[in-house]
């Protein structure tokens, strides 16, 4: 069954100011798609449209890596039910970690001066879930039955002011950031479906393709030998 449901270690620590939402979205998508899409920086209007432009500051060259940084500006599509077009903040984003393999990442977040003793650290990670009850349509196509995708949004206030924010406005913060990774996983999920479609698309043309013979040079002329020695023989 797909859908999302908060992790259990999704909290909040009055106390030291920390806020740490985290959700679980399943998807009936192969891993590799999703990842796909969460490490391609083109992507990012995609699944979130509130993000107005995202800006390279760092080389691109190898990708989605380590030691990345771009800067994202961010409006407010919707404030109380009324649409707006708001532009809230500026958040520069560097990746500390990216791990293809395990398909694992986690990027640091400044948001300027106003929450510069903010530490915000976002992660994500996908993983396969075995198949269990797929249809042999899938099992043939090698799809799994679906697959987790795991985000967890840590906020650690620094400085006495912020921490007395998060100290009021905590549960606040705490569920406005576990809607916003429901939204996010939620358009994931759509564009990945999408990817998806196109991907066995293409498939079932490749399929249904005649195949191709391949003749080497050696191979024509030999043909063309025998050729000529049965029309010798009639």
Not at 17 to 44: A, F, M, Q, Y
Not at 54 to 68: A, K, N, P, W
Not at 114 to 121: A, C, E, L, P, Y
């Amino acid at each position: 069954m797909t859908g999302s449901y908060y992790a259990p270690y999704s909290f909040i620590d009055w106390r030291s100011g920390r806020v740490k939402p985290c959700l679980i979205h399943e998807i009936n998508v192969p891993s590799d798609i999703i990842w796909e899409i969460l490490t391609d920086l083109e992507s990012s209007q995609a699944i979130m449209p509130e993000v107005e432009s995202i800006e390279i500051l760092s080389d691109y060259t190898h990708g989605f890596r380590e030691g990345v940084k771009y800067k994202e500006v961010v409006k407010l599509v919707e404030f109380l039910g009324f649409k707006c077009e708001l532009t809230v903040y500026k958040s520069v984003i560097e990746v500390k970690h990216n791990d293809d393999a395990s398909r694992s990442a986690k990027v640091a977040m400044t948001l300027g001066e106003d929450f510069k003793n903010t530490s915000i650290v976002w992660t994500f990670d996908v993983h396969d879930v075995p198949p269990t009850s797929c249809d042999d349509d899938d099992v043939e196509r090698g799809l799994p039955s679906s697959t987790n995708l795991v985000f967890s949004f840590s906020l650690q206030a620094g400085g006495v002011c912020d921490r007395l924010y998060y100290m009021l406005f905590g549960c606040y913060v705490h569920k406005v950031t576990q809607k916003k990774l429901q939204h996010i996983a939620a358009s994931t999920e759509k564009v990945a479906l999408q990817k998806m479609k196109e991907r066995l698309s293409t498939k079932e043309e490749i399929d249904d393709q005649e195949p191709t013979i391949i003749i080497t040079e050696e191979e024509s002329h030999r043909l063309a030998i025998q050729g000529v020695a049965s029309e010798k023989l009639k």
